[in-house]
Structures are given as C-alpha cells and as structure tokens.
C-alpha cells in the first residue's frame, strides 16, 4: 500500500472517529476526548524525558500522565453531572495541590542530576495538553448545554486551515514562514490557510446556528493565528529532540500529538472568547 492510499484511508477514519465521537453522546464526547488527552500527554512525556531511561523515568511518565489528565477528568465530571456539590470546583483545585507537589516528593527519591527539570517537564504536560483539553469540555457544554457542533466548528476550522495552507504552499510557496523551526511552512501557504479558513467559518455560520456570524469569523481569526502557532511550538519541541513525528499511531500522519497540536493551542483563546460572550 502506497503511503498517499495509508494517509487518505487514515484521514477517513480519523474523520469518522471524531464525528461519530463528537455527535453520538456527550458521554462519547468526553471518552474520546479523555483518550485523545491521555494519548497526547503520554507521547509529550516520551519526547520530552527521552534523554531518561529505566524503571523510574517509567514512573515518572506514569505520574505525568496522571497529573495531564487530571483537569479535564474534574471538568468533565462536572459538565456530566456526576457531581453537583455546590463548592465542587473550588475543592477540587485545592485537592489538585497536593497531586502537583507529589512531582516534587518523587524526585527526591530518583536521585536524578535534573530534578526540577523533570518536575517542569511533567508540569508543563499539564499546562501545555491537559488544561486544553479541560477547557475544551467548556466549549463543548457552552452555557451549559451539549453543543457538539461548536466542537465540530473548531475542529473544521483547524483541518481546513492546515489542508489550505498545505495545498496553496505546495503549489506557490516561496517565501519561508519559519524557516528555523519548520523549513516548509510558507507566508503564501500560511495566506492561503486563512482565506481558506475565514471561507470555512462563514459556511459555518450558514449550517450552525449555535453562534452568530461574527463569532464563527472570529473564532476562525483565532484557529488560523493561533492553530497555524500551534503548529509550529511543536515543530520546536520535536526540532529541539531531533524527531520527526511525535508517534506513529496514525499511520502516514505521525502521532496523536502530531494532529492535535494546532487544536490544543488554539483552545485557550477561543474558550476566552466564548466565555467571555
């Protein structure tokens, strides 16, 4: 099988995992994307701690993983009403304190040459993928109700950008975006992302009525300013390891990471926006 036949067969399931997740329940929602979370954090832990090896940076990975995940599983309780203490929100980040400085008490006992900087690495796992994707469930029960297509909305905006600066830098890029950090990425591609994704976003408009048309056009400026950033952060972390793709779970297309990387960033922005509606 050709590797243009893998990459187009996988671009299909991927597509249908993610619609059939987003729209089929909030439950297959939250599953989907709390394997999406766990999946991301634990190929971020394998890049960022490959200098590592043994028993004990497996534990540490353990412990990163555990730590990333843990703002989206307290949020998503809440949105799915599996609690509904009235000062749940305020208990659980007070309980997240000690979990966070169980980072601190482990490296004590690994005997490590760098343990702050594993301490930062396993933070910035939360801060970087976890708090995201915890802020997507925000997006994703906006005012409260289960609103997949907004969800729908970003994820279109953040594939059709990537697909039109892909095709419009492959065809008259020239001038090199960031050559530093990623030597292919064009400002013709980067152009044709945005005029590709405004595009998109007011189609959205005319299919959802969830938001109105400023609010697609604006979340469009955000998903082709800050989901085409995105993409190159992570360009920098893997540039700075030397690797090509974060993982290869995605056959043709790297890793979960690989795909999500544009979205995870974009996240905090467009959640703002939305709440502050």
């Known amino acids: 099988m050709s590797t243009f036949v893998r990459r187009v067969l996988t671009a ?65 309780f809440q949105k799915l009403e599996l609690v509904h203490h009235a000062q749940y929100v305020w208990y659980a980040s007070v ?19 760098k343990p702050f900087a594993n301490i930062g690495i396993l933070l910035l796992g939360m801060v970087y993928i976890g708090i995201p994707f915890a802020l997507l469930l925000l997006i994703g029960f906006y005012q409260d109700t289960f609103s997949p297509n907004i969800v729908f909305g970003l994820l279109a905006l953040t594939w059709m950008n990537d697909t039109g600066a892909y095709l419009v830098g492959s065809q008259i890029g020239k001038n090199k975006l960031f050559p530093r950090i990623s030597p292919g990425k064009t400002w013709e591609g980067s152009a044709g992302g945005v005029i590709v994704t405004f595009i998109v976003g007011y189609l959205l408009s005319l299919i959802f009525d969830d938001l109105r048309l400023q609010d697609w056009l604006v979340l469009a400026g955000i998903v082709a300013l800050f989901g085409s950033i995105g993409d190159l952060v992570e360009s920098m972390l893997k540039r700075s390891l030397n690797i090509k793709d974060s993982g290869n779970l995605l056959p043709g297309h790297g890793g979960i990471l690989d795909r999500f990387d544009a979205f995870i960033f974009l996240l905090p922005f467009a959640a703002t926006y939305l709440l502050l509606l």
């Open 95 to 113: 309980l997240m304190l000690p979990l966070i400085f169980s980072a601190f008490v482990y490296e004590m006992y690994t005997a490590s040459e």
């Open 12 to 76: 299909i399931v991927f597509v249908a995992v993610m619609v059939g997740g987003v729209y089929t329940h909030p439950y297959t929602f939250v599953g989907l994307f709390a394997i999406i979370t766990g999946l991301s954090i634990w190929e971020y832990l394998n890049l960022a701690l490959a200098e590592t090896k043994g028993r004990r940076d497996g534990n540490r990975k353990v412990l990163g993983l555990f730590l990333g995940v843990i703002p989206f599983l307290l949020v998503a």
